[in-house]
């Protein structure tokens, strides 16, 4: 009998709400293009009065300003994502860099001691060059003394000869006076011709000494070049290794510069995103604080309020013993048709519980999160967008289903409430939000008629 009289004080408020056409919500099809921010803001932040459909559409634009921020929170993690790539990359062409760095150095060492030898090998090229110029000096100085030896030695035979008329120590002995005077003349002569004679060998055996040593000079000086052209070619080969090293690390660095510009734009990407969520955050508090204080234009505003009897027997978030009272059991207490309707008086929160969403009550995830810590003392995880709750409830390990029961939360395509009592199809909700206030309220186990939006299934508590 209750689950009839619900069905039929639902099919009665839909005949109404029929009647009611300036009241009804727009639906998810007729929601204009929200792409023009500038307008939305104005219209849902003014100071004057707007029709019930003109805020139902300000709600809907939180909602595409909401699923907005949930890309762009989508966006961030892939940013990050890509950032990490980017990070890795550039770690592995630092590695790569700092390898080719360790070569270079080491090739610069190697170069540096070539260099070194062949310094080394060009100071004795240049000493046996000035010692083979030396004795080549000195050969000619010997030369010259034995040819002016010969020429003097020639001379004097020329000069002994004019007067000879036999061999020349005969001539010359036969013009001396006595035999004193001959043995005087002949040992004379045999001095001069000892002396002419010795000279000649002396300078000629010089002569055969500088000779060996100027071959040995000049083996010594090929020697020594042969040893600096292969210093030279090692050198060269080095340059060219070190050339090659240097133009694959400059090709590196460009690469690594590049993929720093990439990291860059993408933090410059990131910082946007926040920013454009910093931002629509801002713009739902202003148009739910805005909702919530400036006049309404419609005339109709009783159909839209709850009875006082409604009023006074919904359940307060505070009170966490006793489920919120059945629609068969109190008949004003029937579905509020109208997402205008006055909410509940906001209950007091004495403790927050380190609630990690924002807003207050003019958050839906902050007070679904607040009623299940004030009923049940249970700190829930943060689980982002209200419609990313049931798979996120899953993955921490709470159970779901389609069913709902009492202190249960009910997940919709943007919206999370509390569930505090059941009645058939329809269940009794705490949420916030709304209007930028608390709400109490019956709705079908289906989805919320106010808003259009289907339930996606309940997390269990």
Not at 75 to 90: F, V, W, Y
Not at 111 to 128: F, P
Not at 147 to 167: A, F, G, I, Y
Not at 327 to 346: H, M
């Amino acid at each position: 009998m209750k689950l009839k009289n619900s069905i039929v004080s639902l099919l009665c408020f839909s005949a109404c709400l029929l009647t009611l056409n300036p009241l009804l919500p727009v639906s998810a099809e007729e929601y204009p293009d929200f792409s023009d921010t500038t307008f939305w803001n104005d219209l849902c932040t003014g100071d004057s009065a707007i029709t019930d459909e003109e805020a139902q559409k300000c709600r809907a634009y939180m909602d595409y300003i909401q699923e907005q921020n949930q890309q762009l929170q989508e966006q961030i993690s892939e940013i990050d994502t890509r950032k990490e790539q980017l990070s890795s990359q550039i770690a592995d062409y630092n590695n790569q860099l700092a390898g080719m760095n360790a070569q270079v150095e080491g090739i610069n060492g190697m170069i540096t001691d070539l260099n070194y030898q062949i310094q080394a090998v060009e100071e004795q090229v240049a000493d046996i060059h000035g010692r083979i110029e030396s004795n080549q000096k000195e050969l000619v100085q010997k030369q010259d003394a034995i040819d002016s030896l010969v020429e003097k030695v020639s001379d004097r035979m020329v000069e002994q000869q004019k007067t000879m008329r036999l061999h020349e120590y005969i001539d010359i002995l036969m013009g001396s006076e006595s035999f004193a005077e001959f043995l005087r003349l002949a040992s004379g002569i045999n001095a001069i011709y000892q002396r002419d004679n010795y000279s000649l060998t002396e300078l000629n055996d010089n002569i055969e000494e500088l000779e060996q040593i100027q071959n040995q000079l000049l083996s010594d000086q090929e020697e020594v070049e042969a040893m600096e052209a292969e210093l030279e070619q090692g050198r060269q080969a080095l340059s060219a290794q070190q050339a090659a090293l240097l133009s694959t690390t400059y090709e590196l660095q460009v690469l690594q510069q590049n993929y720093y510009n990439m990291l860059a734009q993408a933090e410059s990407e990131q910082g946007s995103a926040a920013a454009a969520i910093s931002s629509n955050q801002s713009s739902i508090a202003e148009i739910n604080n805005s909702l919530s204080t400036r006049p309404s234009a419609s005339a109709s505003t009783e159909s839209s309020e709850p009875s006082k009897e409604e009023t006074s027997e919904s359940p307060s978030p505070s009170s966490s013993a006793s489920p919120s009272p059945s629609p068969s059991s109190t008949p004003s207490a029937s579905p509020s048709p109208s997402p205008s309707s006055s909410p509940i008086s906001t209950p007091a929160v004495t403790s927050t519980g380190n609630n990690p969403y924002y807003g207050g009550w003019s958050n839906c995830t902050w007070g679904a999160w607040q009623l299940t810590y004030d009923t049940l003392g249970i700190s829930l995880p943060g689980w982002g967008m209200a419609g990313n709750w049931l798979n996120d409830a899953r993955a921490s390990g709470y159970a779901t289903g389609s069913t709902p029961r009492v202190y249960s939360i009910a997940v919709y395509s943007w919206h999370v409430a509390f569930v505090t009592a059941i009645d058939g199809d329809m269940v009794y909700i705490k949420e916030g939000n709304y209007l930028g206030h608390y709400y109490e309220r019956w709705v079908p186990v289906e989805g919320l008629p106010y808003t259009g939006q289907s339930c996606l299934g309940y997390i269990y508590l």
